[in-house]
């Protein structure tokens, strides 16, 4: 590479350098930089991933790449602002070329598709797997992140999904409009979607929507008299490129992992609920990542692999969208291009007004989706990568709501990688972050890193995505378990042994402030705001050396951010089973059942007694009154779950799906006064039969 740079070098020197940018300086460094080869060490049972230059070598492509256009060249200039890291071209021609020197690079196994894979014997690193604002810590907050009533606006008499931001839907599997119920049936092949009618206290089947083979559901929405279903599909669509065995096996390299999935969008009108009519479908390049509805738009993202091990990568290096049969590729002004990425996965977006039957707009980043948040003022996708100096970085892309779909505005940078989608916020005006670092330390051609170097930050970003204030070296050697951003407040919690609440100011952009901590046993895993300066934790009870195996719902007072108490713990095992809940990695789990009550789910097994471990699976209902918290009710789902999917409530009646091993998709309903199981219902039944 150093030779090809050479003759970049002799052929452009017509163009001015600065002067430590002078031809023997570039040389000396190259010099320098060839005996630090780096290589990552390998994760068992996972692909190989290599970093095959050194930081300072990186460091001088990138500003010889500058000056030059090395890969990119200055042919079709890119629409780019001043000092932009991301390139949007009028025509296909660039990034055809991209993909050529992709394709290249991939031939001297130097594709890493944005991030790396590292011994588990070296270090750990978190699942990377949100938020309503209220006067939680003091602040009065406005705009569309004022607290998320805990029904988000709607009907008080019947639930809506537990979601990050007000005015921002969430898919979900079950959703209600407050007679009929929509659910998701896992697993289930014949009839995937089951509308119930819960008239006069009772529930009962009055359709199922079948789809075709090899579509796979992930959620549903429900907008007025629109139904709305994403999944994945097998890429077996006439308008999709189809691939043979001989493909398959050409191309599924041991360096790189081909996904074949697809994501398509159904929309059914349901004005008969007993008879669902499909008015609109569309297929976009890519496995669904994530979605949210605003309104009537909906807005999904998928992560599309181009593969450039194939000696045909030209003809799928464009994202493509089919819309009610009509196929057609994302316009190439829709396209952006990370110009230090060696990414060959696109995150594409599709905007699609549900209400109305036009075509969706699509945009796309050349660039690895981690995560989506998004509130009614702003969309933004994450990548975690690594940057020229081995160091973890989160990417972050900027895309405004235009009346048509979503635009690209920019992109930023910070150290670390984020624990979830509620790690980030945005108010209109400042993007706020949440990350986790793991410190990385290079010894000659070695690179390890220590839970022990382990550090945990904050940084504040403007529109123009540059950081303007950060908090950083927080709780060192511990990982971020949970985050919420309340108003110009930021409650962050940490872990390692003990559970270090972190109150933080934002009401400076420039210099948010650690007011308070607190450090009690276990951790929070899912924060959520309540009124009157009170914040709810669902998590892990624990000891001074660590987790005990039990559960715990705690209720902080955050009012006085220099002294945040934890006021009341409530056991989910007593000290008598083991117990655990998802609604660390599944927050619409959480149940709103009203501005001060709520629902969690627990799975719980007795510690062992020489008999066999008693399993029980419930929702536990909670209130906060008057500064407390009790538990309220504990509904016992029976015997024989296999997962408990989710709920919602209509009036008083309390409704969980969920699965049961071996037979299928069950809806449960209880009555919240007297608390009496009052029904079931079969929505599917599997069918294991050859």
Avoid at 145 to 158: F, W
Avoid at 446 to 452: H, K
């Amino acid at each position: 590479m150093k030779k090809d740079i050479i003759n970049a070098l002799d052929e452009k020197m017509q163009v001015k350098l600065p002067e430590n940018l002078n031809k023997e300086n570039i040389l000396s460094e190259l010099d320098n930089a060839e005996t630090n080869i780096i290589e990552m060490p390998k994760k068992k049972n996972m692909a190989k991933k290599i970093l095959p230059i050194a930081a300072s070598f990186m460091v001088v492509v990138g500003l010889v790449g500058m000056y030059f256009g090395l890969g990119m060249g200055n042919k079709n200039a890119p629409i780019t602002g001043e000092g932009a890291e991301v390139a949007k071209y009028q025509s296909y021609d660039k990034i055809y070329e991209r993909f050529d020197e992709l394709h290249e690079e991939s031939k001297k196994g130097n594709i890493f598709n944005g991030f790396f894979d590292y011994a588990e014997e070296d270090f750990m690193v978190g699942d990377t797997n949100a938020a309503p604002e209220s006067a939680v810590g003091g602040n009065t907050a406005t705009g569309d992140n004022a607290v998320n009533s805990m029904n988000g606006g709607a009907n008080p008499n019947h639930g809506t999904t537990n979601t990050q931001e007000k005015d921002v839907d969430e898919g979900d599997i079950i959703k209600t409009d407050g007679r009929y119920l929509y659910v998701v049936n896992t697993g289930g092949t014949d009839a995937p979607v089951s509308i119930v009618d819960t008239a006069n206290g009772e529930m009962k089947k009055v359709a199922d929507i079948t789809l075709e083979e090899g579509k796979n559901i992930t959620d549903i929405y429900i907008c007025n008299n629109r139904l709305v279903i994403l999944g994945n599909c097998h890429r077996q669509n006439e308008n999709f490129k189809t691939y043979s065995t001989d493909d398959v096996a050409e191309i599924y390299t041991d360096s790189c992992v081909v996904s074949w999935g697809d994501t398509f969008v159904s929309v059914y009108d349901i004005t008969d609920k007993s008879a669902p009519v499909k008015v609109t479908e569309f297929v976009q390049n890519g496995n669904l990542k994530s979605s949210r509805m605003i309104g009537s738009k909906l807005y999904t993202v998928s992560t599309y692999y181009v593969n450039v091990y194939d000696k045909n990568y030209r003809d799928d290096c464009i994202p493509e969208i089919a819309f009610n049969g009509a196929c057609e590729k994302v316009p190439a002004e829709g396209i952006s291009i990370v110009e230090d990425t060696k990414s060959t996965t696109y995150a594409v977006i599709t905007t699609l007004d549900v209400e109305k039957d036009k075509e969706p707009q699509c945009e796309a980043v050349l660039g690895e989706c981690n995560r989506l948040y998004a509130s009614s003022k702003g969309m933004f996708l994450s990548e975690t990568d690594w940057d020229n100096e081995t160091q973890e970085t989160t990417k972050i892309y900027r895309f405004e709501y235009t009346e048509k779909g979503v635009e690209y505005k920019g992109m930023g940078k910070v150290p670390g990688f984020i624990n979830n989608q509620f790690s980030m916020s945005y108010d209109g005006e400042f993007f706020r972050i949440a990350t986790t670092l793991d410190k990385v330390t290079v010894d000659g051609d070695s690179v390890s890193m220590s839970m022990g170097d382990r550090v945990n930050n904050l940084y504040i970003l403007n529109n123009d995505m540059k950081i303007i204030g950060k908090v950083e070296d927080l709780a060192k050697g511990e990982l971020i378990e949970s985050v919420r951003f309340v108003g110009n407040m930021a409650y962050v919690v940490t872990f390692r042994q003990t559970d270090p609440l972190f109150v933080i100011d934002l009401n400076d952009p420039k210099n948010p402030t650690v007011k308070g901590e607190l450090k009690i046993p276990g951790f929070s895993e899912y924060l959520h705001p309540m009124a009157d300066g009170l914040l709810v934790g669902v998590g892990r009870d624990g000891t001074s050396s660590g987790t005990n195996g039990d559960s715990k719902v705690s209720l902080f007072d955050v009012s006085n951010p220099y002294e945040p108490k934890e006021t009341v713990s409530l056991y989910v095992g007593n000290g008598k089973a083991f117990s655990y809940s998802s609604i660390g990695i599944n927050h619409k789990l959480f149940i709103n059942l009203s501005e001060t009550e709520f629902a969690v789910p627990f799975t719980m097994k007795a510690y062992w007694s020489g008999k066999h471990p008693e399993l029980v699976n419930c929702y536990i209902r909670y209130k906060v009154q008057n500064g407390t918290l009790c538990e309220v009710q504990r509904y016992d789902l029976g015997d024989n779950v296999g997962i408990i999917l989710g709920g919602t409530y209509i009036d008083n009646t309390f409704y969980v799906v969920l699965t049961r091993t071996g037979q299928g998709v069950e809806v449960m309903s209880f009555d919240l006064e007297t608390h009496e199981e009052t029904g079931r219902l079969q929505t599917c039944k599997w069918d294991f039969k050859s």
